[in-house]
């Protein structure tokens, strides 16, 4: 039976003790992406089992792949790309968007027609970013409502190569590009301003694609076929983000996070908490399949507010709403700036975040692309909506450590989309002082 409400409370409580957060959720589904497409069979080890990666471990059963899932391992055994077959049911995405684009992507140079459709918040976000690019290198790819909303009919089809603007710095545009470039004739080439996440470069490359990466632009040449291989999956540094700041913003506090992927990528969030005054170590560093690994070891100390913007933007997009958070107990105005895609993630993180915040009692305003907020403001306990984003939920669960009476968060249960296994690990490291 599905939460819908869960009440939690640890004022009084520091943030102590060591963890090991779960799997990344980028990385988990670009490795049964190409354990997938490539010939033979992939093993994965750290694999988050959160409901988006399931979701991309469905569509690939359903196109003929053989995956087995045993707890946070997965065994794939793939007849490759060419030889999958035509799923007669839609492919169902759920709420990640991740698994929708780069599905397109992928399914657009393949032998299968399929059908895309995801839940509400999935069908209501823009798919154009990456129909439109996908479309000029040739993808059939039809839209029943006109609207380029999911759900999209895909009928793989021989694609040529493009050189490609993106102009938005999205990971997933760029990475439906450059599966579809993969057996596009030609070379293919994102071009992005600002870098995004670059774990399909790293991936590709790692299972032996053609892919080469200079100054903003990647590119890839139709080559040789993949071959399976073994992955091994670091934590998840958005997940280990909700810790860092428990941690950073609640007194008397020190905590040990154990393999945190620290794909520079991704580390915005460290960059911005030391600069508000957190203290960060990093330590035991080492590389997994081209992904820089690390220890984490945060300390509370005072806080101060920043402006946060421009490039650092795309390496810390998700880890927005904690860091609102966080602002909360800074000294000082923090602005949040040049995050308008915030609007268009799992919900409006713009709205939810300011709203969320503001009925316990933070001094916050949105913007068109960002928040400003005011701090420091003692926060009280409530009720606060995690709008179906797992991402609102945890920010809310967090706040329980530092809020004057309890918490109670609407709909939980999207907290399985990224870290199922959140409120144990919450009660796990929050230690009565
Ligand atoms: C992701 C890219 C980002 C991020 C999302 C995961 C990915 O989205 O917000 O949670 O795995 O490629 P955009 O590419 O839309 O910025």
Redesign the pocket.
């Known amino acids: 039976m599905m939460k819908h409400l869960q009440t939690i409370h640890f004022k009084n409580n520091t943030v102590q003790g060591e963890l090991k957060v779960p799997g990344d959720?980028?990385i988990s589904?670009r490795a049964v992406m190409l354990g997938s497409i490539a010939e033979g069979k992939t093993t994965i080890t750290g694999f988050l089992n959160g409901e988006d990666c399931l979701r991309t471990i469905e569509n690939f059963k359903q196109l003929g792949v053989n995956i087995d899932n045993k707890g946070n391992t997965v065994e794939i055994h793939s007849p490759g790309v060419q030889n999958w077959t035509t799923p007669s049911e839609e492919l169902y995405a759920g709420n990640s968007?991740?698994t929708a684009r780069l599905m397109l992507g992928i399914l657009a140079s393949s032998n299968v027609e399929a059908v895309i459709s995801g839940d509400e918040s999935l069908s209501s976000r823009p798919m154009d970013r990456v129909t439109n690019p996908l479309r000029e290198m040739g993808a059939s790819i039809h839209s029943e409502s006109g609207t380029d909303l999911l759900p999209l009919k895909i009928t793989g089809t021989s694609l040529k190569a493009i050189d490609y603007e993106n102009p938005v710095a999205?990971?997933?545009?760029k990475?439906a590009i450059l599966f579809a470039g993969l057996q596009a004739e030609g070379t293919t080439s994102v071009q992005e301003e600002t870098v995004?996440?670059d774990h399909t470069e790293q991936m590709l490359r790692y299972f032996g694609a053609d892919v080469r990466v200079s100054n903003g632009t990647a590119s890839i040449r139709k080559g040789p076929k993949l071959q399976g291989q073994t992955v091994h999956v670091p934590g998840d540094i958005s997940s280990a983000a909700f810790f860092i700041v428990a941690a950073g913003m609640t007194p008397g506090s020190s905590l040990t996070l154990t393999n945190v992927g620290l794909n520079p990528t991704r580390t915005g969030i460290i960059d911005v908490v030391k600069a508000m005054g957190v203290g960060v170590t990093i330590s035991n560093e080492s590389n997994e399949n081209g992904e820089p690994v690390g220890t984490l070891v945060i300390h509370h100390q005072p806080l101060q507010g920043i402006e946060i913007g421009g490039d650092l933007i795309p390496r810390l997009?998700?880890e927005l709403p904690i860091i609102a958070l966080l602002a909360t107990q800074a000294e000082g105005t923090t602005i949040i700036k040049d995050a308008a895609?915030l609007r268009v993630?799992e919900t409006d993180r713009i709205a939810a975040v300011t709203n969320e915040l503001t009925k316990i009692g933070a001094n916050i305003e949105a913007t068109p692309d960002g928040m400003i907020i005011h701090g420091p403001t003692p926060l009280k306990g409530g009720t606060m909506d995690s709008y179906g984003d797992h991402r609102l939920g945890m920010m809310a669960g967090i706040a329980s450590l530092i809020a004057s009476e309890p918490i109670t968060i609407q709909n939980p249960a999207c907290i399985d989309i990224s870290y199922p296994s959140f409120f144990e690990d919450l009660e796990s490291v929050a230690q009565k002082s």
């Open positions: 959720k980028s589904h968007g991740t999205s990971a997933q545009v990475s995004s996440r997009i998700d895609e993630k």
